[in-house]
């Protein structure tokens, strides 16, 4: 069966991290500078962004949801095959930036490493789902770097954890190791940035990095 082809008008973005690490805050800034610059954009999120996919991000984010790991992984998969589907293509199709909080990176770090610990078999049956199922990885990726602790600190000033965010510091640690693996591999696509720093402080980085790479 033949992959449909990937789309080439407008500038897919996502960005990745460990928990807390201020992807929200800064996709808000990038947001208001795109809107500034009369730069027409769609923001979404992964798990979700599509109806279907946002009703499989409550029973994945649920802690009442009790799943084993492949399920976990499958079930990512499904939400990004139809967030795909439903609003990244048509978007991208239509010349609009699309900034995505997380995309495959965070199955590599979160299931590959956080839940599998690195485990070669899991992370070769992600990147055959990734090959199977994602026509198009985003042109590029900003990894917001921030030590795990100081991430959960930043997080952990909410009033309730959702299935994730109650695992502990250990798993996000691996969660850490798996962005880095994908820095390492594809160093084309995902830029570091320092995560450190006033939100204005990470978003004019961010800024810059987009800026130098038009
Ligand atoms: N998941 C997965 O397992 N596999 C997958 O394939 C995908 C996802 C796609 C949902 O993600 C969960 O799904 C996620 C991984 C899993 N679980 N975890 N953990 P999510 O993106 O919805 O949840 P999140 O990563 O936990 O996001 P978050 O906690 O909302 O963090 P954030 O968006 O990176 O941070 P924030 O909300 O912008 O900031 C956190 C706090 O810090 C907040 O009070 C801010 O005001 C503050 N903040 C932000 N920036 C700063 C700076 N610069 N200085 C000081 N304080 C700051």
Redesign the pocket.
Known sequence: MSQPSPVQSGRFIS?E????????????HLCANLSAAGIDYIRT????GSDFAEQL?AL??DPATVIDDDT?LLL??A??CDHWHQRIRPALQAGKWVIC???????????GF??AQGDSAVLAKIEGLIAAFIPQLPEQTLW?DLPVAE?MA??G??SSA????Q?AIDF?TR?HEGFAYCAAKDSKRITRID????????ATRIWQTLASQT
């Open positions: 960005f991290g460990t928990e807390g690490v201020g992807k929200t805050t800064a996709i808000e999120r992964e798990p979700g991000r994945l984010l976990e990512m998969f939400a990004r909080d997380r995309f495959v990176d965070s199955t590599i770090a979160y299931q956080g839940r917001l991430g930043r997080a000033k909410r959702d299935r994730f965010e695992e996000f969660v995560a450190s720093g006033s939100p204005e402080a990470v």
